[in-house]
């Protein structure tokens, strides 16, 4: 059974860091891309980053380019999402997602359930 | 980057009925790559169509999805008291990848 468990989040002031994790298991973590997809108290998803199974392909959404840094270390079954200069729009339920086999371009076809980033003063 | 704009924002209807969503792009969608997820309340969003119209493992044959280019629909033939819910659309043809703002079914 595919299990993709989130953890990191909390509460942090503006301008701080954060650095959230994800713990893939269920499945073979260094041969898929993952993401990282958000989603505001209320509001809609918005992809974040990805990062592709060999780490060739690495992309950020405009709005954390510069600030946002993903990665990956597949001896662990881990992905990482270290979040620099954080604003308070970017509080947020933070999602790890499965991506493309072997594939950049992908749907995300398992989700965690998330963890919860507030930034606020 | 390519926008989606889905329609109508709020659908009403009752369950056995018809439920038509549509999902625009901006431009169009590389290879028609564009998925739709169901999201309930409190839970993360699930995968129900990729490829624009081939279902995902487990989802029943009343979810439907359809199109090409920039104009894409997904149907639910027989409306299920657990299919009330928010439906998102998304594009991974282009990075980044976007999603639309959602279509909330809800019971009428």
């Known amino acids: 059974e595919v299990q993709l468990v989130e953890s990191g989040g909390g509460l942090v002031q503006p301008g701080r860091s954060l650095r959230l994790s994800c713990a893939a298991s269920?499945?073979?973590?260094?041969?898929?891309?993952m993401h990282w997809v958000r989603q505001a108290p209320g509001k809609g998803l918005e992809w974040v980053s990805g990062?592709?199974?060999?780490?060739?392909?690495?992309g950020y959404a405009a709005s954390v380019k510069g600030r946002f840094t993903i990665s990956r270390d597949n001896a662990k079954n881990s992905l990482y999402l270290q979040m620099n200069s954080l604003r308070a729009d970017d509080t947020a339920l933070y999602y790890c997602?499965?991506?493309?086999?072997?594939?950049?371009?992908?749907?995300?076809?398992?989700w965690g359930q998330g963890t919860l980033v507030t930034v606020s003063s | 980057e390519i926008v989606l704009t889905q329609s109508p924002g709020t659908l009403s209807l009752s369950p056995g009925e018809r439920a038509t969503l549509s999902c625009r792009a901006s431009e169009s969608v590389s290879s028609n790559s564009l998925a739709w997820y169901q999201q309930k309340p409190g839970q993360a969003p699930r995968l129900l169509i990729f490829g624009a119209s081939s279902r995902a493992t487990g989802i029943p044959d009343r979810f439907g999805g359809s199109g090409s280019g920039t104009d894409f629909t997904l149907a639910i033939s027989r409306l299920e008291p657990e299919d009330f819910a928010v439906y998102y659309c998304q594009q991974y043809g282009s990075s980044p990848w976007t999603f639309g703002q959602g279509t909330k079914v809800e019971i009428k």
């Open positions: 990062i592709s199974w060999n780490r060739g392909t690495i």
């Open positions: 997602a499965r991506g493309g086999l072997y594939s950049w371009e992908n749907y995300f076809d398992y």
């Open positions: 269920g499945f073979t973590f260094d041969d898929y891309g």
